[in-house]
C-alpha cells in the first residue's frame, strides 16, 4: 500500500430535497489500500462511493481522480476510466443471458451498424468468468437459472470488466455463501497486491475488521473519524467503532444478559413432523415465554419454516397445531393470536404506500367492527397509543410508511401484532438493516415479550442476535435440523458455524 | 414564500378540486355575458341527465380501481341490462324482474371477473375483455334474431327516470352507501390494501378471493343502477347501448384525481368530482359559443392539464 | 440429431395453433356445406385481411414488450389515414404521397406522445389516454369531420390488395424483427423492461431509448395507415376513446406471440396470432351468415382468448403433471 492519493473529495454535498445526506465529506483514498467505510443507515457511507462512481451527481463539492477533476455522467462512463461499483440491491437484470448482463451499456462494443454479434459478446464474457475462476457459469445461458448469489458473482466480473483503479464494494458479501465470498477476498487481495485500491462497504463487524488495512466512519452525513492498521488490531476496535457509528455510549447491555432459560408449561405452538417443499419431517415445540431461534445459511430452509409456521405454504404432511386449533392458513394463524414479521419487509410486511395507521390497524379490522362500522377514532387511538408506545419517530399516524427510517419501519411491523395482542410471534430477521440503536430498542422489547409470556419465534441469519436471545438455538442446514443448542454463557459462534456449513 | 410551499404540498388536491372549481366559476360567470345561463332549472337537468349514468358508473368503479384492476366490460354489461329491462318489461309489464334478472348476471359476472385473476392465474382485464366479447357477441345475435335495431318500452311506465331530482336523489344515496362501505367498513379498506399490496394483505389475514368477488359486487350493483337511468332516459336500448362506457369512466376517475394503480390513494369522490368535470364542460362549453366539435378538443386539453399536475412522477426512472 | 430434434419440436409447437385452427375451420366449413374455405381465392383475402392486424399488431406490440400499454396508436392511424389519403387524393392520386405522408405522420404523432410521456413523466396509460383523446379530437376538426373514404379509390387502395399488400408485410416484419434481435436500442429496451433501475444505474439511457422505440412504432403504425386507410370508411372519431377499441382488437395476436416467443420469438409468433385469429373469424363467418358469423365469431375468440391465457398460464403445470404425475404446487400470490 502506497502512500500516494488517488481519489478524494472536496467538501463534497448530497441533498435530496430537505433531507441531507452529506456534509461538506473530505476524504481520501490511497493506491493499494482496502478501506473499509463503516456507518449506521443514513450515514452516507453508500452515497459518496455512489457518487463517485457515477450513479448520481453531487449537490455540491468537488472530486478528484488521479489528480484530475472527476465529473463521470453515468456508471459506465466511470467503470471505463476507473472506478467501478457494485451496488446493494440486486442489480442484474433478469430473463437475459449472463453475457448481456455483463456487458449491459456496452452493447455497442459488439455491434457493427447497429447489429449485435451475440456470438463474440458470449465469448468475451465467457473468457471473461473464467479469468476470476468462475468456472460454472456460462456466459450465453439465461441468467435466471442462476441463483442470487451467482447473480452477485455475475456482478462483480461485470464491475471488473473494464479494469478499474478502484473497486467499490457496497454490502455485497452478505448474499454471498462461503465460496463466493472466498473469491470476493481474494480478489480484494488481488487487487491491493496490484497496488489497486478497493473500498469495501459493509455492516459486517468482523469482516471489516479482518479484510481492511483502513477504515472510516461515517455518522449522519459526516466523516467522524478514522482507523488506521494498528487501531484496527487493537482488542476493544468493535466497541470503538460502535461507539463512533452510534454517538453516544451505547452501554454494555445489548442482547439479553440473563441465562434463565425458563418459560411456561403450555406448548404455543407446535410443528408436528411437517413436510413441505424442500423441508421435509419438521418438528418444534415453542413454549409459552420462551424465545426460539432458528439460525443456518440463508438457504439452510430457515426461512421457509417460519412460512410454515405461519400457515403460507400448504403442508404435504404433518400438522401445525396452536393448542388445539390446527393452522391451515394465515387466516387460521390470525385468529389464533399468531402474528408473523418477513424478512421482505418492504414487500411483504408493509404497504409502503399507506400511513401508518392504515398499516398498524389492517390485521384488526376484523376484530374493530361494530356491525361493520370501524370507528376512525378507534384506528387512530390505536395507532396512536403504538406509536407511543414504540416511541415511532413521525408526524402523526396518517404520516406515510415510506418516509420513515428503516428503523421505525421495523416498529410499525412490530406495532401490528403488538396491537392486535397476539400472543406468538414468529420475526425473519427482526433487525436486518436496523441501526445499532434501535436494534438495542428491540432486544429490549423482544426480551420484555418473554417476560409477559409471549411466545417467539425468532429466524435471523446474524448468529451474535441468535446466541444472544433465545433460550433454544436450532441450526438448519440443507432443509433439515443440523443441532439444536441451549442457551449457555459459554456459547461461541465457532461452535456453531461448523453446523452450519 | 410559505404560500409557495403550501401549493406544492397541495398540488394534488389543487389539480383535482381546481378543475371543478375552475370550470363552475367560468360557467356561472361568462355565459350571462352571452344571454345563457348555466343555473337555470332546464340547464341543471340537462346537466344531472349527462352525469348521472356516468356519475353511478364511476362511484361504483371506485371498488374496482382501487384494487389496481380495470374493468372494459362495463359498457357491454350497461347494454346488456338495458335490453333485459326494456325486453322483459314489455313481456311482463313490469319493470322488476328485468332488474332482478339483471342483478343475478351481475353477480355471477362481478364473481367471475373477481376470482379469475387469481384463481387461474391469468391477469384480471382478460375476463373483463373476454365478457366484453361475448356480451357484445350476444347483444349483437339478440338485435340480428328480432330484426331490429333497437327496442323500446310500450307499456311500463318510466317517467320517473327521466326525473332530474329522482336522479339527484339516486346519486346522492348511491354517494353516501358506497362512500360509507369504502371508507368506514373493512371492505373498502381492505379493497385498498389489495391494490396497495396484495402480499401484506395475505399476510394480515384477508381472505384475497372474498375480498376481491365483493368488490366486485359492489361495482355490479351500481352497474344495474345505471343501467336503469340508461335505459330510463329514452324508454329504449338497442345494440349499441353503452358502448364505450368503460372509457367515460376511466376518463373520468383519471380527471377525478383516481390512480390507476389504486391502493391507499383511492377516494370515492374523486368518481364524483372527475364525471361531474366531465358533464359540466359538456354543457357548459356550449354555453360559452363554442361549437360542439371544438368541445372535445378543450375536454382533451384540459384532461392533459390536470394529469399534469395531479399525475406526474417528480423523481427517479420513468414511471410505467 | 438432438439439436435436429429441438428445432422440429420449435417449429411443430410454433405452427401447431394455426394448423390446427384451419383444419378444424376446413372440416367445419365443409361440413357446412361451404366450399369456399380453403380455396385459393380465400386465402387472397385472408392475407389482406391478416396484414391490417400484423402491422397493428407490431406497433402495439414493440411498446408492449416494454410493459407499456399505449392507447394512443388507433388516434394516430386515424389521423394519419385521414390527413395522408386527402392530401394524395388532391395531388392526382400519388401513391408516394399517401404512403410518405402516411408515415411522416405516424412517425410525428408517434414521437409527439413520447415528449409527452418522457417530460410530463406521467404514467404511460395515463399519458397515452390524453393524446388519444387529443388526436381524436383533432380528427373531427381537419377537413370538416368528414374523414376519409377511400372504398372507390382504386389508385390508392392498390396497397390494400393483393399482391402489393406483400409489400407492407415484408416490411413491417423485417422492421420488428430488426428491431427486436439485432439493434443495440431493442437489447437495450429488454434490459430496462425487465430491470429498469439497474439498467437505468448502469447507465442506459432511458429517454434515447423511448424516443427511438417511439420512432420505430410511428414507422410501423405508418405501414399499417397504408391497409387501413384503404379497407373502408373511416370516420372522425366524434365519441372519445372509439378508436381505442378497435385498436386493441389488435391486441390478441401481441399475447399470442408473447406465449410462443420461446419457440418461435414474438415476431413470428405475431404472424402467426393473427394467422389464427383470421382463419377463425374466416370460418366461422363462412359457416354461419355474415351478421351472424361476425357476432359468433366474437364470442369464440373471447373463450379463445381466454382458454389460451389459462392454458399459457396453468399449462406449464398441466404438461409438467402428464409428464411426472406429480401436481406441482400452484402459487396463489
Given at each position: 500500500m502506497s502512500e500516494k492519493v488517488i481519489f478524494r473529495t472536496e467538501e463534497l454535498c448530497k441533498n435530496y430535497g430537505p433531507t441531507i445526506a452529506l456534509k461538506n465529506v473530505d476524504i481520501e483514498i490511497r493506491q493499494g489500500e482496502i478501506r473499509g467505510l463503516v456507518g449506521e443507515n443514513g450515514s452516507g457511507k453508500s452515497t459518496i462511493m455512489s457518487i463517485a462512481s457515477g450513479m448520481q451527481k453531487q449537490s455540491n463539492g468537488r472530486m478528484y481522480f488521479k489528480d484530475k477533476e472527476w465529473n463521470p455522467d453515468s456508471m459506465i462512463e466511470a467503470a471505463k476510466e476507473g472506478i467501478a461499483m457494485i451496488l446493494q440491491e440486486a442489480n442484474i437484470i433478469p430473463h437475459v443471458s449472463v453475457a448481456e448482463n455483463i456487458f449491459a451499456g456496452r452493447e455497442k462494443e459488439f455491434s457493427k451498424f447497429g447489429i449485435i454479434n451475440v456470438k463474440k459478446m458470449n465469448k468475451a464474457a465467457n473468457a471473461l468468468l473464467r479469468s476470476y475462476q468462475i468456472d460454472h457459469i456460462d456466459a450465453s445461458v439465461n441468467i435466471d437459472r442462476y441463483s442470487f448469489e451467482d447473480g452477485k458473482l455475475i456482478e462483480i466480473v461485470r464491475a471488473m470488466s473494464e479494469n478499474p483503479e478502484i473497486l467499490v464494494v457496497d454490502e455485497t458479501t452478505t448474499a454471498l455463501s462461503l465460496e463466493g465470498r472466498k473469491i470476493l477476498y481474494r480478489l480484494i487481495r488481488e487487487m491491493a497486491n496490484c497496488q489497486k485500491s478497493v473500498v469495501l462497504i459493509s455492516h459486517d463487524m468482523e469482516e471489516i475488521i479482518e479484510q481492511c488495512d483502513a477504515l472510516t466512519v461515517l455518522r449522519d452525513g459526516d466523516i467522524i473519524g478514522h482507523l488506521d492498521q494498528k487501531e484496527i488490531a487493537s482488542v476493544s476496535v468493535e466497541k470503538k467503532i460502535r461507539y463512533m457509528m452510534v454517538g453516544?455510549?451505547?452501554?454494555?447491555?445489548?442482547?439479553?444478559?440473563?441465562?434463565?432459560?425458563?418459560?411456561?408449561?403450555?406448548?404455543?405452538?407446535?410443528?408436528?413432523?411437517?413436510?413441505?417443499?424442500?423441508?421435509?419431517?419438521?418438528?418444534?415445540?415453542?413454549?409459552?415465554?420462551?424465545?426460539?431461534?432458528?439460525?443456518?445459511?440463508?438457504?439452510?430452509?430457515?426461512?421457509?419454516?417460519?412460512?410454515?409456521?405461519?400457515?403460507?405454504?400448504?403442508?404435504?404432511?404433518?400438522?401445525?397445531?396452536?393448542?388445539?386449533?390446527?393452522?391451515?392458513?394465515?387466516?387460521?394463524?390470525?385468529?389464533?393470536?399468531?402474528?408473523?414479521?418477513?424478512?421482505?419487509?418492504?414487500?411483504?410486511?408493509?404497504?409502503?404506500?399507506?400511513?401508518?395507521?392504515?398499516?398498524?390497524?389492517?390485521?384488526?379490522?376484523?376484530?374493530?367492527?361494530?356491525?361493520?362500522?370501524?370507528?376512525?377514532?378507534?384506528?387512530?387511538?390505536?395507532?396512536?397509543?403504538?406509536?407511543?408506545?414504540?416511541?415511532?419517530?413521525?408526524?402523526?399516524?396518517?404520516?406515510?410508511?415510506?418516509?420513515?427510517s428503516g428503523g421505525n419501519k421495523q416498529k410499525v411491523s412490530f406495532a401490528k401484532w403488538t396491537a392486535k395482542g397476539s400472543d406468538i410471534i414468529i420475526m425473519d430477521s427482526p433487525t436486518r438493516g436496523v441501526d445499532i440503536g434501535v436494534k438495542q430498542a428491540m432486544y429490549q422489547l423482544i426480551e420484555k415479550m418473554k417476560e409477559e409470556g409471549k411466545a417467539i419465534l425468532m429466524i435471523s441469519e446474524e448468529l451474535s442476535e441468535l446466541i444472544g436471545m433465545s433460550d433454544e438455538l436450532i441450526i438448519m442446514k440443507k432443509f433439515k435440523v443440523s443441532k439444536v443448542f441451549q442457551r449457555s454463557p459459554d456459547l461461541k459462534e465457532t461452535d456453531i458455524i461448523e453446523y452450519m456449513i | 414564500m410559505k404560500s409557495n410551499?403550501?401549493?406544492?404540498?397541495?398540488?394534488?388536491?389543487?389539480?383535482?378540486?381546481?378543475?371543478?372549481?375552475?370550470?363552475?366559476?367560468?360557467?356561472?360567470?361568462?355565459?350571462?355575458?352571452?344571454?345563457?345561463?348555466?343555473?337555470?332549472?332546464?340547464?341543471?337537468?340537462?346537466?344531472?341527465?349527462?352525469?348521472?349514468?356516468?356519475?353511478?358508473?364511476?362511484?361504483?368503479?371506485?371498488?374496482?380501481?382501487?384494487?389496481?384492476?380495470?374493468?372494459?366490460?362495463?359498457?357491454?354489461?350497461?347494454?346488456?341490462?338495458?335490453?333485459?329491462?326494456?325486453?322483459?318489461?314489455?313481456?311482463?309489464?313490469?319493470?322488476?324482474?328485468?332488474?332482478?334478472?339483471?342483478?343475478?348476471?351481475?353477480?355471477?359476472?362481478?364473481?367471475?371477473?373477481?376470482?379469475?385473476?387469481?384463481?387461474?392465474?391469468?391477469?384480471?382485464?382478460?375476463?373483463?375483455?373476454?365478457?366484453?366479447?361475448?356480451?357484445?357477441?350476444?347483444?349483437?345475435?339478440?338485435?340480428?334474431?328480432?330484426?331490429?335495431?333497437?327496442?323500446?318500452?310500450?307499456?311500463?311506465?318510466?317517467?320517473?327516470?327521466?326525473?332530474?331530482?329522482?336522479?339527484?336523489?339516486?346519486?346522492?344515496?348511491?354517494?353516501?352507501?358506497?362512500?360509507?362501505?369504502?371508507?368506514?367498513?373493512?371492505?373498502?379498506?381492505?379493497?385498498?390494501a389489495i391494490g396497495a399490496n396484495q402480499q401484506v394483505a395475505k399476510q394480515c389475514g384477508i381472505h384475497i378471493i372474498k375480498y376481491k368477488i365483493i368488490s366486485y359486487i359492489f361495482f355490479a350493483i351500481t352497474?344495474?343502477?345505471?343501467?336503469?337511468?340508461?335505459?330510463?332516459?329514452?324508454?329504449?336500448?338497442?345494440?349499441?347501448?353503452?358502448?364505450?362506457?368503460?372509457?367515460?369512466?376511466?376518463?373520468?376517475?383519471?380527471?377525478?384525481?383516481?390512480?390507476?394503480?389504486?391502493?391507499?390513494?383511492?377516494?370515492?369522490?374523486?368518481?364524483?368530482?372527475?364525471?361531474?368535470?366531465?358533464?359540466?364542460?359538456?354543457?357548459?362549453?356550449?354555453?360559452?359559443?363554442?361549437?360542439?366539435?371544438?368541445?372535445?378538443?378543450?375536454?382533451?386539453?384540459?384532461?392533459?392539464?390536470?394529469?399534469?399536475?395531479?399525475?406526474?412522477?417528480?423523481?427517479?426512472?420513468?414511471?410505467? | 440429431m438432438e439439436r435436429i430434434m429441438n428445432i422440429f419440436k420449435r417449429v411443430m409447437a410454433s405452427i401447431a395453433l394455426p394448423l390446427v385452427m384451419f383444419l378444424v375451420m376446413l372440416w367445419a366449413t365443409h361440413a357446412a356445406g361451404k366450399t369456399y374455405y380453403g380455396t385459393w381465392p380465400m386465402w387472397r383475402t385472408l392475407i389482406?385481411?391478416?396484414?391490417?392486424?400484423?402491422?397493428?399488431?407490431?406497433?402495439?406490440?414493440?411498446?408492449?414488450?416494454?410493459?407499456?400499454?399505449?392507447?394512443?396508436?388507433?388516434?394516430?392511424?386515424?389521423?394519419?389515414?385521414?390527413?395522408?389519403?386527402?392530401?394524395?387524393?388532391?395531388?392526382?392520386?400519388?401513391?408516394?404521397?399517401?404512403?410518405?405522408?402516411?408515415?411522416?405522420?405516424?412517425?410525428?404523432?408517434?414521437?409527439?406522445?413520447?415528449?409527452?410521456?418522457?417530460?410530463?413523466?406521467?404514467?404511460?396509460?395515463?399519458?397515452?389516454?390524453?393524446?388519444?383523446?387529443?388526436?381524436?379530437?383533432?380528427t373531427t376538426l381537419i377537413y370538416d369531420g368528414e374523414g376519409i373514404n377511400l372504398v372507390a379509390n382504386l389508385a390508392l387502395k392498390k396497397v390494400g390488395t393483393y399482391p402489393t399488400v406483400l409489400i407492407p408485410l415484408f416490411f413491417s416484419i423485417a422492421i420488428y424483427g430488426f428491431y427486436s434481435r439485432f439493434t443495440v436500442v431493442g437489447k437495450q429496451a429488454v434490459l430496462l423492461t425487465n430491470n429498469q433501475q439497474a439498467s437505468v444505474n448502469i447507465g442506459i439511457d432511458e429517454k434515447k431509448n423511448v424516443f427511438i422505440t417511439y420512432l420505430y412504432s410511428g414507422i410501423l403504425y405508418g405501414i399499417a395507415t397504408t391497409i387501413f386507410a384503404s379497407a373502408g370508411i373511416q370516420k372522425a372519431a366524434f365519441t372519445s376513446m372509439s378508436t381505442v377499441g378497435s385498436l386493441f382488437s389488435n391486441i390478441l395476436p401481441v399475447f399470442i406471440g408473447l406465449m410462443l416467443v420461446a419457440y418461435c420469438g414474438d415476431t413470428i409468433g405475431i404472424v402467426l396470432g393473427s394467422l389464427t385469429l383470421s382463419l377463425m373469424s374466416f370460418g366461422l363467418s363462412a359457416i354461419f351468415s355474415a351478421e351472424m358469423g361476425s357476432s359468433i365469431s366474437i364470442i369464440i375468440t373471447g373463450l379463445f382468448i381466454f382458454g389460451i391465457n389459462v392454458f399459457s398460464a396453468q399449462g406449464k403445470h398441466l404438461l409438467e403433471y402428464l409428464k411426472t404425475g406429480i401436481l406441482k404446487r400452484r402459487q396463489v400470490d
Amino acid at each position: 500500500m502506497s502512500e500516494k492519493v488517488i481519489f478524494r473529495t472536496e467538501e463534497l454535498c448530497k441533498n435530496y430535497g430537505p433531507t441531507i445526506a452529506l456534509k461538506n465529506v473530505d476524504i481520501e483514498i490511497r493506491q493499494g489500500e482496502i478501506r473499509g467505510l463503516v456507518g449506521e443507515n443514513g450515514s452516507g457511507k453508500s452515497t459518496i462511493m455512489s457518487i463517485a462512481s457515477g450513479m448520481q451527481k453531487q449537490s455540491n463539492g468537488r472530486m478528484y481522480f488521479k489528480d484530475k477533476e472527476w465529473n463521470p455522467d453515468s456508471m459506465i462512463e466511470a467503470a471505463k476510466e476507473g472506478i467501478a461499483m457494485i451496488l446493494q440491491e440486486a442489480n442484474i437484470i433478469p430473463h437475459v443471458s449472463v453475457a448481456e448482463n455483463i456487458f449491459a451499456g456496452r452493447e455497442k462494443e459488439f455491434s457493427k451498424f447497429g447489429i449485435i454479434n451475440v456470438k463474440k459478446m458470449n465469448k468475451a464474457a465467457n473468457a471473461l468468468l473464467r479469468s476470476y475462476q468462475i468456472d460454472h457459469i456460462d456466459a450465453s445461458v439465461n441468467i435466471d437459472r442462476y441463483s442470487f448469489e451467482d447473480g452477485k458473482l455475475i456482478e462483480i466480473v461485470r464491475a471488473m470488466s473494464e479494469n478499474p483503479e478502484i473497486l467499490v464494494v457496497d454490502e455485497t458479501t452478505t448474499a454471498l455463501s462461503l465460496e463466493g465470498r472466498k473469491i470476493l477476498y481474494r480478489l480484494i487481495r488481488e487487487m491491493a497486491n496490484c497496488q489497486k485500491s478497493v473500498v469495501l462497504i459493509s455492516h459486517d463487524m468482523e469482516e471489516i475488521i479482518e479484510q481492511c488495512d483502513a477504515l472510516t466512519v461515517l455518522r449522519d452525513g459526516d466523516i467522524i473519524g478514522h482507523l488506521d492498521q494498528k487501531e484496527i488490531a487493537s482488542v476493544s476496535v468493535e466497541k470503538k467503532i460502535r461507539y463512533m457509528m452510534v454517538g453516544r455510549e451505547i452501554g454494555d447491555k445489548y442482547y439479553r444478559e440473563d441465562y434463565d432459560v425458563s418459560h411456561q408449561e403450555e406448548v404455543a405452538l407446535e410443528l408436528k413432523n411437517v413436510s413441505s417443499g424442500s423441508i421435509k419431517d419438521f418438528s418444534l415445540k415453542l413454549h409459552k415465554g420462551q424465545i426460539i431461534g432458528i439460525g443456518g445459511l440463508s438457504g439452510s430452509g430457515m426461512h421457509q419454516i417460519g412460512r410454515i409456521a405461519y400457515g403460507l405454504e400448504p403442508l404435504e404432511h404433518g400438522s401445525v397445531q396452536s393448542g388445539a386449533v390446527e393452522i391451515k392458513t394465515c387466516l387460521n394463524a390470525i385468529e389464533n393470536g399468531i402474528g408473523y414479521i418477513s424478512k421482505n419487509r418492504d414487500t411483504e410486511a408493509l404497504i409502503l404506500e399507506g400511513s401508518i395507521k392504515d398499516n398498524i390497524c389492517l390485521p384488526l379490522l376484523n376484530s374493530m367492527e361494530e356491525a361493520t362500522f370501524i370507528s376512525p377514532r378507534k384506528e387512530k387511538s390505536m395507532s396512536n397509543r403504538e406509536i407511543e408506545s414504540f416511541s415511532i419517530k413521525c408526524n402523526s399516524s396518517q404520516q406515510w410508511v415510506n418516509t420513515l427510517s428503516g428503523g421505525n419501519k421495523q416498529k410499525v411491523s412490530f406495532a401490528k401484532w403488538t396491537a392486535k395482542g397476539s400472543d406468538i410471534i414468529i420475526m425473519d430477521s427482526p433487525t436486518r438493516g436496523v441501526d445499532i440503536g434501535v436494534k438495542q430498542a428491540m432486544y429490549q422489547l423482544i426480551e420484555k415479550m418473554k417476560e409477559e409470556g409471549k411466545a417467539i419465534l425468532m429466524i435471523s441469519e446474524e448468529l451474535s442476535e441468535l446466541i444472544g436471545m433465545s433460550d433454544e438455538l436450532i441450526i438448519m442446514k440443507k432443509f433439515k435440523v443440523s443441532k439444536v443448542f441451549q442457551r449457555s454463557p459459554d456459547l461461541k459462534e465457532t461452535d456453531i458455524i461448523e453446523y452450519m456449513i | 414564500m410559505k404560500s409557495n410551499e403550501m401549493i406544492k404540498q397541495n398540488k394534488q388536491k389543487i389539480g383535482i378540486y381546481g378543475g371543478l372549481v375552475t370550470c363552475l366559476i367560468i360557467f356561472t360567470v361568462l355565459p350571462p355575458l352571452r344571454g345563457q345561463s348555466l343555473w337555470t332549472v332546464s340547464k341543471l337537468s340537462t346537466l344531472m341527465s349527462d352525469v348521472i349514468v356516468l356519475a353511478l358508473l364511476s362511484i361504483g368503479a371506485v371498488f374496482i380501481y382501487s384494487l389496481g384492476n380495470i374493468d372494459i366490460s362495463v359498457g357491454k354489461q350497461v347494454g346488456i341490462y338495458s335490453t333485459i329491462i326494456v325486453a322483459l318489461g314489455n313481456t311482463t309489464d313490469s319493470l322488476l324482474p328485468g332488474i332482478l334478472l339483471c342483478i343475478v348476471i351481475a353477480l355471477v359476472i362481478a364473481v367471475i371477473n373477481g376470482s379469475a385473476g387469481d384463481l387461474l392465474n391469468i391477469h384480471p382485464i382478460i375476463s373483463s375483455l373476454v365478457f366484453m366479447m361475448v356480451l357484445g357477441g350476444v347483444s349483437s345475435i339478440t338485435y340480428t334474431q328480432l330484426g331490429t335495431r333497437n327496442i323500446s318500452l310500450r307499456t311500463v311506465d318510466y317517467s320517473i327516470f327521466k326525473n332530474p331530482l329522482f336522479m339527484f336523489l339516486v346519486l346522492v344515496i348511491e354517494f353516501i352507501v358506497i362512500g360509507y362501505f369504502f371508507n368506514y367498513t373493512k371492505f373498502g379498506k381492505y379493497a385498498k390494501a389489495i391494490g396497495a399490496n396484495q402480499q401484506v394483505a395475505k399476510q394480515c389475514g384477508i381472505h384475497i378471493i372474498k375480498y376481491k368477488i365483493i368488490s366486485y359486487i359492489f361495482f355490479a350493483i351500481t352497474i344495474v343502477t345505471a343501467s336503469l337511468f340508461q335505459m330510463g332516459y329514452t324508454g329504449s336500448a338497442s345494440d349499441s347501448t353503452g358502448t364505450g362506457f368503460e372509457m367515460n369512466v376511466m376518463v373520468a376517475l383519471i380527471l377525478g384525481g383516481m390512480p390507476l394503480s389504486g391502493g391507499m390513494k383511492s377516494k370515492v369522490i374523486y368518481a364524483l368530482i372527475g364525471s361531474l368535470t366531465y358533464s359540466l364542460l359538456n354543457i357548459g362549453l356550449p354555453l360559452l359559443g363554442v361549437e360542439p366539435n371544438q368541445v372535445f378538443i378543450i375536454k382533451a386539453i384540459i384532461f392533459l392539464i390536470v394529469v399534469l399536475l395531479t399525475s406526474r412522477k417528480k423523481y427517479g426512472v420513468l414511471p410505467r | 440429431m438432438e439439436r435436429i430434434m429441438n428445432i422440429f419440436k420449435r417449429v411443430m409447437a410454433s405452427i401447431a395453433l394455426p394448423l390446427v385452427m384451419f383444419l378444424v375451420m376446413l372440416w367445419a366449413t365443409h361440413a357446412a356445406g361451404k366450399t369456399y374455405y380453403g380455396t385459393w381465392p380465400m386465402w387472397r383475402t385472408l392475407i389482406i385481411s391478416c396484414t391490417a392486424m400484423i402491422t397493428t399488431a407490431f406497433g402495439i406490440g414493440i411498446q408492449f414488450k416494454s410493459g407499456r400499454f399505449d392507447f394512443s396508436g388507433g388516434g394516430i392511424m386515424l389521423m394519419a389515414a385521414i390527413i395522408a389519403g386527402r392530401v394524395a387524393e388532391a395531388n392526382n392520386n400519388s401513391m408516394l404521397i399517401f404512403v410518405g405522408l402516411s408515415l411522416l405522420v405516424c412517425i410525428s404523432l408517434s414521437l409527439l406522445v413520447a415528449t409527452v410521456y418522457v417530460f410530463g413523466r406521467l404514467p404511460i396509460i395515463i399519458a397515452t389516454i390524453g393524446m388519444a383523446l387529443f388526436f381524436e379530437s383533432l380528427t373531427t376538426l381537419i377537413y370538416d369531420g368528414e374523414g376519409i373514404n377511400l372504398v372507390a379509390n382504386l389508385a390508392l387502395k392498390k396497397v390494400g390488395t393483393y399482391p402489393t399488400v406483400l409489400i407492407p408485410l415484408f416490411f413491417s416484419i423485417a422492421i420488428y424483427g430488426f428491431y427486436s434481435r439485432f439493434t443495440v436500442v431493442g437489447k437495450q429496451a429488454v434490459l430496462l423492461t425487465n430491470n429498469q433501475q439497474a439498467s437505468v444505474n448502469i447507465g442506459i439511457d432511458e429517454k434515447k431509448n423511448v424516443f427511438i422505440t417511439y420512432l420505430y412504432s410511428g414507422i410501423l403504425y405508418g405501414i399499417a395507415t397504408t391497409i387501413f386507410a384503404s379497407a373502408g370508411i373511416q370516420k372522425a372519431a366524434f365519441t372519445s376513446m372509439s378508436t381505442v377499441g378497435s385498436l386493441f382488437s389488435n391486441i390478441l395476436p401481441v399475447f399470442i406471440g408473447l406465449m410462443l416467443v420461446a419457440y418461435c420469438g414474438d415476431t413470428i409468433g405475431i404472424v402467426l396470432g393473427s394467422l389464427t385469429l383470421s382463419l377463425m373469424s374466416f370460418g366461422l363467418s363462412a359457416i354461419f351468415s355474415a351478421e351472424m358469423g361476425s357476432s359468433i365469431s366474437i364470442i369464440i375468440t373471447g373463450l379463445f382468448i381466454f382458454g389460451i391465457n389459462v392454458f399459457s398460464a396453468q399449462g406449464k403445470h398441466l404438461l409438467e403433471y402428464l409428464k411426472t404425475g406429480i401436481l406441482k404446487r400452484r402459487q396463489v400470490d
